[in-house]
T-cell receptor, first 111, second 112 residues
């Protein structure tokens, strides 16, 4: 089955810096890669996603890149703000049914 | 439009007790999922359903049962609770065949 590895587990940046979180997946048939943000005590919320036929997608300060050959995808956050502090999860889906999640990255943005 | 609603939000059980967690969605989604979230381990899939009357095992199904008698509801049961089942449980749903997965607010379950 699919396996998703996520790095780093913790990331500390200064406000205004960029942050990059990386994930690798094992199943070359995976075709959908979402990223979720989870604030303390809250539900995971989808912030951006990308399908396997696209190499990059951007939404304001966040972007996701996908390298199918290397089987990895990354989340990029530019001009970080304190409210970006949260745990971020990547995930991969094979076929139409199940998402497999990474173990999460705790992002801390210091003012 | 409430989205995905989970009840209860908190519960404390004693070892050996049973209980049912309810997930309800009002978005007419086909797919529904139950996850557990433990520190440092992300979200792990317990069971899922691809439509009314169907269920399937996920990554960590042992000790849990599920039912999907109505399209809008997905129930997660613990027949004999164990301390290892202390966790935060999230329900999610999404439309068929493609579409983003929406999560409920979670149920924090402690088993003593």
């Amino acid at each position: 089955g699919e396996n998703v590895e996520q790095h780093p587990s913790t990331l500390s940046v200064q406000e205004g810096d960029s942050a990059v979180i990386k994930c690798t997946y094992s199943d070359s048939a995976s075709n959908y890669f979402p990223w979720y943000k989870q604030e303390l005590g809250k539900r995971p919320q989808l912030i951006i996603d990308i399908r396997s036929n696209v190499g990059e997608k951007k939404d304001q300060r966040i972007a996701v890149t996908l390298n199918k050959t290397a089987k990895h995808f990354s989340l990029h956050i530019t001009e970080t703000q304190p409210e970006d502090s949260a745990v971020y999860f990547c995930a991969a889906r094979t076929g139409f049914q199940k998402l497999v999640f990474g173990t999460g990255t705790r992002l801390l943005v210091s003012p | 439009n409430a989205g995905v609603t989970q009840t209860p939000k908190f519960r404390v059980l004693k070892t050996g007790q049973s209980m049912t967690l309810l997930c309800a969605q009002d978005m007419n989604h086909e797919y529904m999922y139950w996850y557990r979230q433990d520190p440092g381990m992300g979200l792990r899939l317990i069971h899922y359903s691809v439509g009314e009357g169907t269920t399937a095992k996920g990554e960590v199904p042992d000790g849990y049962n599920v039912s999907r008698l109505k399209k809008q509801n997905f129930l997660l049961g613990l027949e004999s609770a164990a301390p290892s089942q202390t966790s935060v449980y999230f329900c999610a749903s999404r439309p068929y065949p493609l579409g983003p997965q929406h999560f409920g607010d979670g149920t924090r379950l402690s088993i003593l």
